[in-house]
């Protein structure tokens, strides 16, 4: 009977539900970045919008059809005229729940979603008091708040103290300063927070706050030149973190960014194109700053004065034109015909060549790049062997590579460039990964001797019947009266 019931305990502990332990429940709290401010539930098909927010899709559809604009926890107000998916986040919560042994959160349905926005707009109606309290979080306007995401107690480690002492102590006096109207106390706490976060990694993260975002993004665009520069150059400093770089996107920071980086002063423009480049480090960065209309500012910014705004600019492009969307909003932008001519200048031709690479191997890309001459020019680079380093060298092999599935228009182009000889020669001299794609390239151009071997009769075919004359014409690009081919027009 003692051992019976000895086992019985036993059977229970091993069967009791992790999601029901009070002492394991804290675990599965999901990052900030997954909950979706509005419905401050786990995001099951999160958007992101033009000021950089990401939220439930159905709680956007929800506020433009009851043409609702709510007031975030930082004070800040989202922008709903756009609307993409985040893919990247979306992944990233899946694979968060798999770890985390949690159910995959499902789509909140829109009826659901129009309920909660109407309950937020009659909380907005309601006294300063009941609006402070109930607008913050849609679930606190429930009686259902324990089960909500958002409330999920977290334990507190002595790191976490020491972090809200400092919050404590530097946050309150800087963002109060940031706030005022005094330009001289402005610049006072630019000039101290650009200071603090310039090395240590402990106030790039605790100061990092909605409340001091919000505060910053005000500043950014101002029409004084040391507010303008130091205010932008604190939010690089801060962007180093990557506990940071996701939280900094969507507290709506990157339109005035962007709208620096065209405009701004010629130092802030410089810091400007830095932060970018390092809020695009993340991937779930990368779509929304896009969308946002980066890609054009920073192209134009290849062809600026300063060596600094050039470098950055070139490094924000290449991890920006891994998304295959901005790979294609570049194309768009006629993006091929500048970055061609960077490369023919001779100036950063590395990195250029490096988002050169991303084009040519995309399927977006590939026809803009062989209309503009970039087969020419590469040839043209590898043949006179004037590159700053190996690694440029092999980037452009790389483009070439990739330009080569381009199938009979690759081949006419590069024999017409002289790429065979060319390329023999990079064929000796490269590393083993560049002599295995000159290998290939040289396979396209040279053909095969089965496929050349036997001359066609074009007319006779075309006379035959079996191929209509318009067709051909139309398809594969030849001059029928002459019977020639025409590759540059095909």
Same mark, same amino acid.
């Given at each position: 009977m003692?051992s019976?019931?000895?086992g019985?305990k036993i059977?229970? *502990?091993?069967h009791?539900? %992790?999601?029901?332990?009070p002492?394991t429940?804290?675990?599965?709290a %999901?990052?900030?970045?997954f909950?979706?401010? *509005?419905?401050?539930?786990?995001?099951a098909d999160p958007v992101?919008?033009?000021s950089?927010?990401t939220?439930e899709?159905s709680?956007?559809q929800?506020?433009?059809?009851l043409s609702?604009t709510?007031?975030l =926890? /930082?004070?800040?107000?989202p922008d709903f005229s756009?609307?993409?998916p985040n893919?990247?986040?979306k992944?990233t919560? $899946?694979?968060w729940c798999?770890?985390?042994l949690i159910?995959? %959160?499902?789509p909140? /349905?829109?009826?659901?979603?129009?309920?909660?926005i109407?309950?937020l707009?009659?909380?907005k109606?309601k006294s300063l008091?009941?609006?402070?309290e109930?607008?913050?979080? %849609?679930?606190?306007?429930s009686s259902s708040s324990?089960e909500s995401v958002?409330?999920t =107690?977290?334990?507190i480690?002595s790191?976490?103290?020491?972090t809200?002492i @400092?919050?404590?102590?530097?946050?309150?006096?800087?963002i109060?300063?940031?706030?005022s109207c005094?330009v001289h106390?402005?610049?006072? #706490?630019?000039v101290s927070?650009?200071k603090m976060t310039?090395?240590e990694e402990? =106030?790039?993260?605790?100061?990092c706050?909605?409340?001091l975002?919000? #505060?910053?993004r005000?500043?950014?665009t101002s029409k @004084? +030149?040391?507010i303008?520069?130091?205010?932008?150059a604190?939010?690089?400093n801060?962007s180093?973190?990557?506990?940071?770089?996701?939280?900094?996107?969507?507290?709506g920071i990157?339109p005035p960014?962007?709208?620096?980086?065209?405009?701004?002063? +010629?130092?802030?423009q410089?810091?400007?194109a830095g932060?970018?480049?390092?809020?695009?480090?993340?991937d779930?960065?990368?779509?929304a700053?896009?969308?946002?209309? #980066?890609l054009?500012?920073?192209?134009?910014?290849?062809?600026?004065?300063?060596?600094?705004a050039?470098? /950055?600019? +070139?490094?924000?492009?290449?991890?920006l034109?891994?998304?295959q969307?901005?790979r294609?909003?570049l194309?768009k932008l006629?993006?091929v015909?500048?970055?061609?001519d960077v490369?023919?200048?001779?100036r950063?031709?590395?990195?250029?060549?490096?988002v050169?690479?991303?084009l040519? &191997?995309s399927l977006?890309g590939r026809?803009a790049?062989l209309?503009g001459?970039?087969v020419?020019?590469?040839?043209?680079?590898?043949?006179r062997?004037?590159?700053?380093?190996?690694?440029?060298?092999?980037?452009c092999v790389a &483009?070439l @590579?990739?330009l080569s599935?381009g199938g009979?228009?690759?081949k006419?182009? #590069?024999?017409?460039?002289?790429?065979?000889a060319v390329?023999t020669?990079?064929e000796?001299?490269g590393?083993e990964r560049a002599?295995?794609?000159?290998?290939?390239? $040289?396979?396209?151009?040279?053909?095969?001797?089965d496929?050349?071997?036997?001359e066609?009769?074009w007319e006779?075919?075309?006379?035959?019947g079996e191929?209509?004359?318009?067709?051909f014409?139309?398809?594969c690009?030849?001059d029928?009266?002459g019977s020639?081919?025409?590759?540059?027009?095909?």
């Open positions: 003692g019976g019931r000895h019985w059977s229970l *502990i091993f009791r539900s %992790p999601s029901t332990d002492k429940r804290h675990q599965h %999901p990052p900030k970045e909950v979706c401010p *509005i419905s401050n539930t786990l995001m992101i919008v033009s950089g927010h939220f899709r709680c956007v929800a506020c433009k059809s609702f709510p007031t =926890p /930082d004070s800040s107000t756009a609307v993409i893919l990247a986040l992944s919560i $899946l694979n798999t770890t985390s159910d995959p %959160p499902k909140l /349905d829109l009826l659901s979603a129009h309920n909660l109407l309950q707009k009659s909380c109606t008091e009941e609006k402070t109930l607008t913050r979080w %849609p679930s606190q306007c324990e958002g409330t =107690p977290t334990s480690t790191s976490d103290v020491e809200l @400092y919050n404590s102590s530097e946050e309150k006096d800087i109060t300063k940031l706030k005094e106390e402005q610049e006072a #706490a630019l927070l650009r310039r090395n402990l =106030p790039r993260v605790s100061l706050t909605s409340g975002l919000s #505060a910053l005000s500043l950014i @004084y +030149a040391s303008q520069v130091n205010s932008v604190a939010l690089v801060l180093l973190e990557d506990k940071n770089k996701v939280k900094i996107v969507r507290s990157v960014l962007i709208s620096v980086l065209r405009f701004g002063f +010629a130092e802030a410089d810091h400007a932060a970018i480049f390092s809020l695009a480090l993340d779930q960065n990368k779509s700053i896009g969308v946002l209309g #980066a054009s500012p920073l192209l134009h910014a290849l062809r600026s004065d300063s060596d600094q050039r470098h /950055d600019s +070139a490094l924000a492009l290449f991890h034109s891994l998304v969307g901005n294609t909003k194309v006629g993006s015909g500048v970055l061609l490369v023919r200048s001779g950063m031709t590395s990195r250029v060549m490096l050169l690479c991303n040519a &191997a977006e026809p790049m209309d001459g970039a020419g020019c590469f040839v043209e680079m590898l043949s062997n004037e590159f700053d380093a190996v690694a440029t060298r092999e980037s &483009a @590579y990739g599935h009979l228009r690759f006419g182009l #590069a024999k017409e460039a002289g790429a065979e390329l020669k990079v000796e001299v590393s002599r295995e794609k000159v290998r290939r390239i $040289l396979e396209v151009v040279r053909g095969r001797d496929e050349e071997g036997e066609i009769d006779e075919l075309l006379n035959s191929v209509s004359r318009s067709w014409q139309l398809g690009g030849m029928v009266s020639k081919w025409n590759l540059a027009d095909s």
